[in-house]
């Protein structure tokens, strides 16, 4: 005993407050036993400070309107006596800590969302707390939730509907997220060398195809401001990916949204009858390498991305994209070359939302299922290559082939001719551009000076909103503005693995300082919807919908000014202390 | 887009140069220079090997000084703004169309005019010394520059402050492209611009009997590129006050090693 408290001793480099006192009470013992009991109760209590917390989010050349919104936030914060600080980390590292490490206290940051609300399932259930990617970065578990969420996937009709309602209510009241707004989404495009812009929505495959090219052939050329997209077009990167649109052109999947809804891709035609989807291919296509595509790479794909080292490990490690989409699957069985059998545990929605992850080649794929190595550094368990690889070239079956790429340049892609919609009879849009060169070009500003100047085509991501009123003012002879419908959207994200915001109190009164219809002004310009509840317009139910304020979480004070007062009665009501200096006190 | 701001870039800066050589150093230095033009070019001969050495390793290995600074994972951001606050914001409180343009001038024109014009100066002097410990003070600036970028990850006031600041680029987007090539946005501390633009200024004041024009437009340069750095939301206040330190000791060690070493004394001597 004597041995390890002189070891603490010089670890610590001296005698700690405690030991000392430890010491004191021990030679006191003998004059008074009853003292020491004391002095042990009032020594050994952890210490009450400030509350204090850092929001991650990205820098402004990555994401403009997510700085200005830690920053609203952080004042609004600083004003009811919580200390805050930002830190900004690239996209990349963003990614990797909120999402792979789950390394943070709040984030604000935008969420890709989904035209169907079974995200909610990968995002929220407790399940996927474990996981890297986009599902569970909060660490939420709720049982209510859970099962809420699993009854949404069983149904279809107007029954999901309801399931949908009360999922997205209960997620509202435990608040393991903020929802702030959807900025809209304006690009800019050039119609005197291709028509057709915002046809299909600009974030999937479709838009890039059938688009009217008047000179045929012509070259594409995007002004792309993410330079990731130049540095990694691996599919399954979570720090690499926003809405993953250039992986729907570069590989198939089975269904593809084409309206809000699934219709047959790759698939010639699916039909589903009481958990059992029977998919037929369309016969002959192939990979861009020549490899014919069949129905073992779908299965290949399917078994892949549940578990990226395919059983070989200790312990399954599962993509990190397209989780929900995956975990609908219980059973894939190959019937012929081309006909297949998945098994599912949901209703015909979801498991059509399950047939649209792209297809990878088995014969390119199999062998990343091992572990990534680094020479004289030891991995996380489960990180395969398939999960850092950086996938170039990339080796897909989409209508468009890879070509060349300079990081923080370009990323060329090539018209794939032997693709299945170049066919005659297969009546869905075709690859009509020759090629697509995705230019880098880090700011709106100078995005938008290519395309007026005849340098660049189409500004492939959404302008950042304090330009958008330039652009809606005039633009040169040719150029329009392409608005389209968003359903991505910015949040403040809590982890819920880390006291104080593992208390759903706690997490109501922040989810009342944030004032969206104020952020939505000050931050986009107005170029934005503020939002209550993450989803779509369509799957947005009266009750949650946005009527001036936030129907479940109603911000405390008025035009972005808090009331202090008002914060802190609510914060106090939720069981938390203020000091007479103003400052929140936790336990620490 | 870019060629054609290089161009703009190489015609302005040289026309400047030639004007400057007109006035600084004057007709008898150069027929001197013609005459001597050989000697000198062997004096700076391996001083400027090494220099050429240390610029292909940056332009080579400036994505590596990223990726290795998010791996040493030392982000200084906060803890800059926190120190600073507000300083960038009041100075840009000041801002005019007059300023911004003439800060933006001084930032591309005005600084690669900075660094090129000494060359040709101390070239034209019969005492190779100031040329030699000019290329050797470049050197050192990039090489303890790259070190810092690759040990710190520190983002701009334009990253952190966008609505108000990010003058240049959103004034002159067309620069966007320029400085994309040399830059990357975790690359502040410290400010390389003012450093080498500081180097100039101390060194021309060394040089200030042969060069009193220079003296005094090498020190309004220097000050307005480290202005200009913070005016148009590139650089902390740190940031620029880092810079001048890393020119004080780049300018320093130069004058230690300069001379110390010479081909002659390597051969043997004579």
Redesign the interface.
């Known amino acids: 005993m004597y041995g390890s408290a002189s070891g603490t001793n010089r670890r610590s480099g001296g005698p700690s407050r405690r030991t000392m006192l430890a010491a004191a009470g021990l030679g006191l013992s003998v004059a008074t036993s009853g003292c020491v009991r004391e002095v042990r109760s009032a020594v050994n209590r952890n210490d009450v400070g400030q509350l204090s917390l850092t929001i991650t989010t990205l ?3 990555g994401d ?1 309107e997510s ?2 919104l830690a ?1 609203e936030i952080r004042s609004t914060l600083e004003a009811v006596g919580i200390a805050v ?6 996209e ?2 963003f990614r990797r800590s909120v999402l792979v490490n789950n390394d943070f206290d709040v984030y604000v940051g935008q969420h890709p969302g989904d035209v169907d609300p079974d995200f909610l399932y990968e995002t929220v259930h407790s399940r996927y707390a474990e996981e890297a990617g986009w599902q569970n970065p909060f660490g939420f578990a709720d049982l209510t939730v859970d099962d809420l969420l699993e009854d949404q996937r069983e149904v279809d009709g107007d029954e999901r509907e309801e399931a949908v309602t009360d999922v997205l209510e209960t997620i509202a009241a435990d608040a393991p997220f903020v929802p702030i707004c959807a900025a809209d989404e304006y690009r800019l495009a050039r119609t005197d060398r291709v028509d057709g812009w915002g046809d299909d929505h600009p974030t999937t495959r479709l838009g890039y195809l059938g688009l009217e090219m008047v000179d045929a052939d012509a070259i594409l050329r995007a002004a792309h401001t993410d330079p990731r997209a130049s540095e990694n077009l691996n599919p399954l990167a979570v720090e690499y990916r926003n809405y993953g649109t250039l992986v729907e052109v570069l590989y198939d999947s089975l269904s593809t949204v084409v309206d809000g809804e699934y219709e047959p891709w790759l698939a010639n035609d699916w039909t589903f009858d009481d958990g059992t989807m029977t998919v037929t291919l369309r016969e002959d296509c192939r990979f861009h390498d020549g490899t014919p595509l069949t129905a073992d790479d779908v299965a290949f794909t399917y078994r892949f991305l549940a578990d990226t080292t395919l059983g070989d490990s200790a312990f399954p490690s599962p993509t990190p994209r397209y989780r929900g989409h995956v975990a609908a699957v219980d059973e894939i069985d190959v019937l012929e070359d081309h006909r297949l059998e998945l098994t599912v545990e949901t209703g015909e929605a979801v498991a059509e939302r399950a047939l649209s992850v792209p297809i990878l080649p088995e014969h390119v794929w199999r062998e990343r299922a091992s572990a990534a190595s680094v020479p004289g550094v030891r991995l996380a368990e489960g990180t395969t290559e398939a999960v850092v690889t950086d996938n170039l070239p990339v080796v897909g079956s989409g209508p468009y082939q890879f070509d060349d790429h300079t ?2 340049e370009h990323v060329t892609l090539e018209r794939y001719d032997d693709h299945f919609t170049l066919r005659e009879g297969v009546d869905l849009p075709e690859p009509t551009a020759g090629a697509i060169r995705i230019g880098i ?3 709106s ?2 995005a ?3 395309v007026e ?1 005849d ?1 660049a085509d189409v500004t492939s991501l959404p302008l950042e909103s ?1 330009v958008v009123d330039d652009v809606l003012e005039s633009t040169g002879d040719d150029v329009a503005v392409v608005e389209s419908p968003s359903w991505s959207f910015y949040h403040l994200g809590f982890n819920v693995r880390k006291a104080p915001f593992t208390n759903p109190n706690f997490r109501r009164v922040v989810a009342r300082l944030v004032d969206q219809s104020w952020l939505v002004e000050s931050v986009f310009d107005g170029h934005a919807r503020p939002i209550a509840t993450p989803v779509s317009d369509e799957w947005t139910p009266e009750e949650l919908a946005w009527d001036g304020e936030d129907p479940v979480a109603p911000f405390l004070g008025a035009a972005g000014d808090v009331d202090t007062g008002a914060a802190r009665d609510a914060f106090e009501a939720a069981g938390f202390r203020y000091a007479d200096d103003g400052t929140l006190r936790v336990r620490r | ?1 870019l060629l054609q701001v290089l161009l703009q870039l190489t015609v302005v800066v040289s026309l400047m140069i030639l004007f400057g050589v007109g006035v600084v150093v004057g007709r008898r230095r150069l027929r001197e220079t013609r005459l001597e033009w050989r000697t000198r070019v062997r004096a700076a001969a391996p001083i400027t090997a090494v220099l050429a050495g240390v610029l292909l390793f940056n332009s080579v290995a400036r ?1 590596l000084s990223y990726d290795v600074a ?1 791996l040493v ?1 030392w ?1 200084l ?2 803890p800059i ?2 120190l600073e606050g507000q300083f960038i914001l009041w100075l840009q409180s000041y801002a005019t169309p007059w300023a911004t343009a003439y800060f933006s001038f001084i930032y591309i024109y005005g600084y690669v005019f900075l660094l090129v014009f000494p060359l040709v100066a101390y070239f034209a002097l019969s005492n190779t010394r100031p040329m030699r410990e000019l290329l050797t003070a470049y050197a050192l600036n990039y090489a303890l520059g790259w070190l810092l970028y690759a040990t710190i990850v520190a ?1 701009g006031p ?6 108000v600041v ?1 003058l240049l ?2 004034t002159y ?2 620069y ?2 320029l400085t ?1 090539q040399v830059n990357r ?2 690359n502040v501390f410290p400010s390389l611009h003012t450093s080498l633009a500081a180097t100039v200024t101390f060194l021309a004041w060394r040089t200030r009997e042969a060069y009193p024009i220079w003296n005094v437009v090498a020190a309004v340069l220097g000050v307005s590129v480290a202005i200009s750095t913070m005016y148009l939301g590139i650089h902390w206040v740190i940031d620029v006050v880092a810079g001048i330190v890393l020119a004080y000791v780049s300018v320093v060690l130069a004058g230690h090693l300069v001379g110390r070493w010479s081909l002659r004394s390597l051969r043997g001597g004579r």
């Open positions: 820098p402004a050349d403009r700085i200005l920053r600080e930002i830190e900004m980390r690239s990349e590292e990081v923080r070009d880090p700011r500003t100078s938008i000076e290519l100047s340098d304090y | 887009m994505d998010w994972d982000n951001t906060w703004y926190d983002y334009r990253n952190m402050l966008p609505e990010a680029y959103d987007p067309q966007q492209h994309r946005n975790t």
